[in-house]
């Protein structure tokens, strides 16, 4: 463990139990902005539409295609 994990922890000892409540609920608190902002950073909604324009052809043709091709 390192120095100021084992500082924080030692100090997070002498706080009353309803100090220790707050500091994790304080904690939770940053860690679901934090996965939230990382949600929103992650979202793929914001790439729709960027491909329009490099297929040349119909996108259900090209589909329409390659099934064709399998069999």
């Known amino acids: 463990m390192s120095t100021a994990l ?3 922890r ?3 000892q002498l ?3 309803q100090e220790q409540l707050r500091l994790i609920e304080n904690l ?3 860690l679901r902005d934090t996965t939230l ?3 929103k950073l992650l979202d793929l909604n914001g790439l729709y539409g960027l ?3 490099l297929w040349e052809e119909d996108a259900q043709e ?3 295609q390659i099934r ?3 069999i």
Request: hydrophobic share 30%; aromatic share 4%; net charge neutral.
């Open 6 to 8: 084992e500082k924080i």
């Open 10 to 12: 030692k100090e997070v």
């Open 15 to 17: 706080l009353t139990l």
């Open 28 to 30: 939770i608190h940053q």
């Open 37 to 39: 902002i990382s949600e």
């Open 51 to 53: 491909g329009k324009g």
């Open 62 to 64: 090209y589909v329409n």
């Open 68 to 70: 064709e091709n399998r």
